[in-house]
DNA sequence: ACCTGAACACCGTTCAAGT
DNA sequence: ACCTGAACACCGTTCAAGT
């Protein structure tokens, strides 16, 4: 309410920051740095993100990207708002439609840049692109009558819900990898470990699993069809809560 | 399928090792360390523990945690563990009273102890606490006639939301704390930082729903009714699919 | 086989000058 | 006001001995 000063990483992830009197002018921005910073991570992983090989990448020395973010902190979060594409248009699709293929494309991103999976967001979203894919997610919602805190939480799950399902996908195809120390290389290995370690008296429902070789499907057990599986759930609870509130569009 | 060796974390939280022959007896043993440490990421959070604090916490030298552990991120996977309490009994309860339980508790022992939310997780569960986490679920849905998989992508689905919940509300709570540098207060702060923020050309629902002060109901906005939400949604939709497969005891 | 001290490598960040 | 080199602090981990 009170109009409070802007936390400083958010200032600077919507350009506004207090342009500066005199003196040179900054021979770099932000975005550039930032760029460099995403460039790393892609071929590197986020281990690679070092604030001297991204001042290397940029061509200023270690000490000058103090000058344009308070700690390295605050370039991995502006780094994870500015790797974010922009969110697919609506087009005038019914809700369900859309929806789909928004959690999809959030998904997506997220496996395309596994790094963003790694960097902690402690606080709801405050860049430009989170908030533009929040947006479109409250737009596509607009017509079924559903209050606006009840399609920001929709929106909220939504986002959770790609966010899981690519740390479970990204968890399971690239196992021993750099990072987390030969952990799991695949499903059939999973099955297998969780056969050899599981107490049936402990986890009797599992135990039937992997005995029932749950497990062992392996290729068809990650793909597209368990996605499909959860977010319809999700939709599908949604349906029902704009059925019930009697409201309007509720096309699918 | 081919029985390969347990990858040396998985052997450890199970207490796989292969004991030693001969030569002095340990003077350790992993869960004292791993208490230790938890002890200690309690007390001071994450970045409190280090392989120097946590051996001097149990009265050795720093060096001496590589005989039980092969670095700090399986210390960090062991911890993540350990630090669960156990899944809440089932007591002959319908599935949607029990998972209504089960993801409440899920998220609760998350806020208990926040600094969970920022050990990367890049596996399925493997440890034996998760595992019976993800047991009960399986047991609690045993009556409905889902099919195994369908049980797993239910219960994976539920945890997910439990994290994201969790994650949400931490952010929200904490604000600005170690780690996070000078980030969100509370709710109150951050429907005034998206005012100052926000295009409405650019976000047009969110700046709508800004200037409809749907965030300044501030207090409610984050308790126990938007975790009910959600989670009703998702539960919703297993009903449906249950009810669809023409299945079993669908009460709740 | 287990424990340990010293030493190394790495990296984020502070500081005091420079222009 | 911006850039920079040197230096510091911190911490995970390797190594070679010790028993």
Redesign the pocket.
Known sequence: MTKRALPPVVARMWGRETA?????????DLSRIVDAAIGIADNEGL?G????SVAAQVG?????L???VG???ELLTVMADAAAPEPPAIDGRPWRDYLTEWTRANRDFLLDRPWLLQIPRNTPPVGPRALRWLDRALAALAGTGLEVAERINIASALTGYANTQAALVHGMTVGAEAGGDGTIGGLADYGDILGQVLDPADHPELAAAVHARAFGAAEEWIDDADFAFGLNLLLDGVQALIARHGGGAAAG
């Open positions: 500066s009197r005199h003196g040179p002018r900054p021979s770099l281990e993100v070092r604030m001297s200023v020395a270690t000490m000058s103090y000058r344009y700690s390295k902190d």
